[in-house]
Nanobody
Framework: QVQVVESGGGLVQAGGSLRLSCTASGLTFDDYAMGWFRQAPGKEREGVSCITWNGRRFDYVESVQGRFTISRDNAKNTLYLQMNSLKPEDTAIYYC????????????????????WGQGTQVTVSS
């Protein structure tokens, strides 16, 4: 049984930092591209960032470029999202998801590509 579990969310002031973690079990982690998504109240879930199965390629939504960094440790079956210079508009539930794509040279931020999802972790940025 596949399980995806996020952690690391919380309340932070604008300009602060948080690091989200996501651990996946029940799958061969390095067969999967991974993505971070977020959903704010009343808004569609958007793809924030993604990373290929080997960690060599990644992509970000324009609004977080230069502030967020995605990474993964395949030995630990863990995905990370380092979030710096946080803004109130970053407030959302953040979700981790897995998409089987071994050997792919790119990753997707399209939520329809992803098979396994976590339950989400709340990130709240106060002004």
């Amino acid at each position: 049984q596949v399980q995806v579990v996020e952690s690391g969310g919380g309340l932070v002031q604008a300009g602060g930092s948080l690091r989200l973690s996501c651990t996946a079990s029940g799958l061969t982690f390095d067969d999967y591209a991974m993505g971070w998504f977020r959903q704010a109240p009343g808004k569609e879930r958007e793809g924030v960032s993604c990373i290929t199965w080997n960690g060599r390629r990644f992509d970000y939504v324009e609004s977080v470029q230069g502030r967020f960094t995605i990474s993964r440790d395949n030995a630990k079956n863990t995905l990370y999202l380092q979030m710096n210079s946080l803004k109130p508009e970053d407030t959302a539930i953040y979700y981790c998801a897995a998409h089987r794509s071994t050997w792919s040279f790119s990753c997707s931020r399209s939520r329809g590509e992803y098979t396994y999802w976590g339950q989400g972790t709340q990130v709240t940025v106060s002004s």
